[in-house]
Nanobody
Framework: QVHLVESGGGLVQAGGSLRLSCAASGRTFSSYAMGWFRQAPGKEREFVAAISWNGGSTFYADSVKGRFTISRDNAKNTVYLQMNSLKPEDTAVYYC???????????????????WGQGTQVTVSS
């Protein structure tokens, strides 16, 4: 069982930066792949970024490549999402998730994650 708590969301102007954190409880954090997803009002939840259990592989949505960076610190049971050059279209509730994802193509799929946080709001003003 893994309990996830996101933090770091807020209101920022376009072009600004935010760093989201996701703190996990449980001794098995280091064995899970971690992902960030987001959901804007009226839209489906979409993949943002993911990282393998040891940090050796990372995956990004095309819309955030070059602007967002995912990382993890297994000693602190925490995964991060550094978001730079933010755009109004990045406005959404951001969720972190944990799962035993498996093959690379599964990282992008919400159904492959077993545990979810409650979300943190990110609002980018133009």
């Amino acid at each position: 069982q893994v309990h996830l708590v996101e933090s770091g969301g807020g209101l920022v102007q376009a072009g600004g930066s935010l760093r989201l954190s996701c703190a996990a409880s449980g001794r098995t954090f280091s064995s899970y792949a971690m992902g960030w997803f987001r959901q804007a009002p009226g839209k489906e939840r979409e993949f943002v970024a993911a990282i393998s259990w040891n940090g050796g592989s990372t995956f990004y949505a095309d819309s955030v490549k070059g602007r967002f960076t995912i990382s993890r610190d297994n000693a602190k049971n925490t995964v991060y999402l550094q978001m730079n050059s933010l755009k109004p279209e990045d406005t959404a509730v951001y969720y972190c998730a944990a799962g035993s994802v498996g093959r690379d193509s599964y990282y992008y799929r919400p159904v492959k994650y077993d545990y979810w946080g409650q979300g943190t709001q990110v609002t980018v003003s133009s």
